[in-house]
């Protein structure tokens, strides 16, 4: 699945951006999509995965709204990428005046 197929599919349920993207402060919820390393399979050289970090940022004020953001992120991506199971705590960013919180997904890549 290309960055592009996985925007369309959030960017529905909340903006979304890539890495960089969004600057200054966050006055609503949005999404940050960030393709991380890719890794072979054991046992096959041509087949692995690609990690992919969906980062989702809510105003400060609102922790409540990160965890509609990530049942709703994980039920649109449900069937499309393979989830992790790894979240992230919520966390604070300072400069945004953001909360944030990080749910890990893979996708079947060919290595190459």
Same mark, same amino acid.
């Given at each position: 699945m290309s960055?592009? +197929?996985?925007f369309d599919?959030?960017?529905p349920i909340y903006p979304c951006y890539a890495i960089g993207e969004h600057q200054g402060e966050c006055i609503g919820p949005y999404i940050v999509l960030k393709f991380d390393n890719q890794m072979a399979s054991m046992n096959n050289a041509n087949c692995g995965w690609q990690f992919v970090h969906v980062?989702?940022?809510?105003?400060i004020g609102d922790i409540t709204i990160?965890?509609?953001m990530a049942m709703r992120a994980q039920k649109a991506l449900k069937?499309?990428?393979e989830f992790t199971g790894d979240i992230t705590p +919520?966390?604070?960013e300072d400069e945004k005046k953001a909360y944030f919180k990080r749910l890990k997904y893979r996708i079947p890549k060919e290595v190459v």
């Open positions: 960055r592009k +197929e996985i599919i959030l960017n980062f989702l940022y809510a105003p990160l965890d509609d069937g499309k990428l +919520e966390l604070i």
